[in-house]
């Protein structure tokens, strides 16, 4: 019954004669603190578990909204990212057209131990280093002599690559250069590269 029928049904015994004053001013407040007192108050474990289930769908938007903004790639490695779990930077087949060069970006969320294996399925011997991303300009210049590498990742004419070492949290390229002649050549090299970045 709601307050006012409540009322009504009083202010009809009193006047029937069968509340007396007292009685019905007693039964008059009764009503209205029923009325003003809440009906249910949620537990605080109930509180908590809705806070679990609000935490946990909050928790899978974000990572929808970084999958599909980033690829699955990137949300990987973000997730992984703040327990430092180890991480896939590149897992790809990379094509280097003959007396050319072609650069990978690396961007390592965190410092550890970098492992590189890289692999001529087809095509001509590679020379590979590694370097940052300021060195990009000579790069483009051909001015190989100038630029900086880390000579843990060298190598030349490779077919079958695998070097390791730690590297700063920083963004870095793997280059992979062609320097055979087409004509003399395969046209083109395809090379499987896989880098992976361990704490």
């Known amino acids: 019954m709601s307050l006012a029928e409540d009322l009504k049904a009083l202010q009809e015994l009193r006047e029937k004669g069968e509340m007396t004053e007292s009685a019905y001013a007693a039964a008059q407040d009764a009503a209205l603190n029923r009325q003003a007192a809440p009906r249910h108050r949620p537990k605080r474990s109930s509180l908590t578990g809705m806070m679990v289930i609000l935490l946990l769908i909050l928790g899978f938007l974000g ?3 970084l999958q599909v903004s980033f690829g699955s ?3 990987s490695a973000a997730f992984r990212t703040p327990v ?3 991480v896939t930077l590149t897992d790809e087949i990379e094509n280097v057209p003959a007396n050319s060069w072609k650069a990978v970006a690396l961007n390592l969320p965190y410092t550890g131990t970098v492992d590189v294996s890289l692999e001529v399925v ?3 011997p590679v020379d590979v280093f590694l370097t940052t991303t300021d060195q ?3 790069m ?4 190989w002599s100038n630029v900086r590498v880390y000579s843990d990742f060298n190598a030349i004419k490779s077919n079958n690559y695998r070097r390791n070492g730690l590297l700063g949290q920083g963004s870095y390229y793997l280059v992979m250069r062609d320097s055979s002649l087409g004509i003399l050549s395969a046209p083109a090299s395809y090379i499987s590269v896989t880098v992976k970045l361990n704490p």
């Open 122 to 124: 087809r095509g001509n």
């Open 63 to 65: 990572w929808y909204f």
């Open 84 to 86: 430092k779990a180890p």
């Open 140 to 143: 483009q210049k051909s001015d």
């Open 136 to 138: 990009l300009n000579a």
């Open 73 to 75: 790639k990137h949300t």
